[in-house]
């Protein structure tokens, strides 16, 4: 998990009114301020180098980046995200992958694709059928991995929001798992971390090169991953929770061969 830039998107103040299956309560706009501050924060302290984009207020769920992308060595995808509301979010994410990317994909109707149902471990792609990845969208970004020598796996879900939502690859061959992808066979050659129920929101973490990023008050995770080897840095994301959000949701994390800029 070897990563040398990441983009991140500040929050507009219309994110209190984004989408959210949750009944956590509205956020608190100065609160999501800060948490997003301390988000940024640890990432630079695991030496990356952090782009930071600025709010869309057109688009109060635009923080969740992770959403319009996803950033391979060798090449990018734009993703066509499944919800209306935030369909048109690429747009505003394909200039800025274009200063790091020459060679970049696009995924294009019917087919509909969230970068949160996109999981990379090596060179296995994991991609989810959600309510905001349709099939038509996961054949297409199976498709374009496939041209580059990877491979791909289409998981259907039958709980979780996004594929990240449960399922998080730490590299060593380390998979940290919740849910329905606890038993799950398409994650049998891994060695699992296992996350209870009551915890199975920390299984949304991060592996930034040396670290992992868990969220904050969830002991059990945190224990396990540190167990396994790995530092940890907690953080607060109470306000991200209350709109589905997590902390893969918060940013893109890539490492390109060469930076270029397309013709």
């Known amino acids: 998990m070897d990563f040398s830039n990441v983009i991140v998107k500040t929050p507009g103040k219309s994110y209190t009114q984004g989408l959210t299956t949750s009944n956590l309560g509205t956020p608190d706009y100065e609160k999501t301020l800060n948490q997003h ?11 990356v180098e952090v782009t930071k984009l600025a709010s869309s207020e057109d688009f109060p769920d635009s923080t969740f ?7 391979t060595e060798e090449f990018a995808v734009i993703t066509n995200p499944g919800a209306t509301s935030r369909n048109q979010e690429k747009k505003l994410m394909d200039p800025i992958v274009r200063g790091f990317y020459q060679t970049i994909h696009y995924i294009e109707p019917p087919g509909t694709l969230d970068g949160g149902d996109v999981l ?21 970004f199976k498709a374009i991995v496939e041209q580059f020598s990877y491979q791909a796996t289409i998981v259907p879900l039958k709980t979780f ?19 329905e992808f606890i038993d799950h066979p398409d994650f049998a050659s891994y060695d699992k971390l296992v996350i209870s129920n009551n915890e199975r929101y920390a299984a949304n973490c991060i592996r930034v090169n040396d670290t992992v990023i868990i969220p904050e008050g969830y002991p059990e995770a945190k224990h396990k991953i540190e ?14 929770q ?6 893969s949701c918060l940013s893109l994390r890539f490492k390109v061969m060469k930076i270029t800029v397309d013709n």
């Open 37 to 47: 501050a301390e988000y940024v924060n640890a990432l630079k302290r695991c030496g």
């Open 65 to 71: 980046v992770e959403d319009n992308a996803v950033l």
């Open 120 to 140: 990379q471990a090596e060179d296995q792609f994991y991609i989810g059928i959600s309510d905001r990845t349709n099939e038509a969208g996961a054949r297409q």
């Open 161 to 179: 929001f996004h594929l990240k939502t449960g399922v998080a690859y730490l590299g060593d061959n380390r998979m940290v798992v919740a849910g």
């Open 227 to 240: 167990a396994a080897g790995y530092p940890t840095i907690a953080l607060d994301m109470s306000e991200f």
């Open 242 to 247: 209350k709109q589905d959000g997590g902390l």
